[in-house]
């Protein structure tokens, strides 16, 4: 069964920094894009960040570029974000995921699953 | 970015009903449209992707098609385990967007 697991969230003031881990099984993890997506309280998903099969290209949502970086560890079978400089406003439940397309390989694109169950940040003085 | 407008926000519904749920891209996205469905304290799920193709596992009774630039998922024949809340998401374009979703509740 294809599964993920995300780690790493908590309580963090406003200017602090986290790292959150999602560790993957049951699949090709390597041949994959992969992506975080969060999800505010109240509010639809919104994407995040994503990274190719082997990390050679990333992306980033214009409003945490510069802030947060992805990375991912294939013999770990684990990506991770990298969050900086957190607002109030990245307040949310974040899930990995991973990119599917058709006709190959996608990580600013495609569809998502499966998703992790989410890991809660929550940003607040 | 490509922006999503899902509508009703909200409907409520019995048991047996069928159920439509549409959304709408600000441009053409030519099927790059997929649906999830979420149960509170949940992940969002994979239902449809490629505006029709159902995933691996999922009822029968969900269904999508697509025209133009509208998308509607149909849930025929609700059943208790459907009333949750639904996700449109494009992948067009980057970045991938997700519609503000359409929580159906029981009547």
């Known amino acids: 069964e294809e599964h993920l697991k995300e780690s790493g969230g908590g309580v963090v003031r406003p200017g602090g920094s986290l790292r959150l881990s999602c560790v993957a099984s049951?699949?090709?993890?390597?041949?994959?894009?992969m992506s975080w997506v969060r999800q505010g309280p109240g509010k639809g998903p919104e994407w995040v960040s994503g990274i190719s099969w082997n990390g050679a290209s990333t992306g980033y949502a214009d409003s945490v570029k510069g802030r947060f970086t992805i990375s991912r560890d294939n013999a770990k079978n684990s990506i991770y974000l990298q969050m900086n400089s957190l607002r109030v406003e990245d307040t949310a439940v974040y899930y990995c995921?991973?990119?599917?397309?058709?006709?190959?390989?996608?990580?600013?694109?495609?569809?998502?699953?499966?998703w992790g169950p989410g890991t809660q940040v929550t940003v607040s003085s | 970015d490509i922006q999503l407008t899902q509508s009703p926000s909200s409907l409520t519904a019995s048991i047996g009903d069928r159920v439509i749920i549409t959304c709408r891209a600000s441009?053409?996205?030519?099927?790059?449209l997929h649906w999830y469905q979420q149960r509170p304290g949940q992940a969002p799920r994979l239902l449809i992707y490629?505006?029709?193709t159902l995933q691996r596992g999922v009822p029968s009774r969900f269904s999508g098609s697509a025209s133009g630039t509208d998308v509607t998922l149909t849930i025929n024949s609700l059943q208790p385990e459907d009333f949750a809340t639904y996700y449109c998401q494009q992948s067009y374009t980057s970045p991938p967007t997700f519609g503000g979703g359409t929580k159906v509740e029981i009547k």
């Open positions: 995921a991973r990119n599917k397309c058709t006709g190959g390989t996608c990580f600013l694109s495609g569809w998502f699953d499966p």
């Open positions: 049951g699949f090709g993890f390597e041949d994959d894009g």
């Open positions: 490629a505006a029709s």
């Open positions: 441009q053409v996205i030519n099927n790059f």
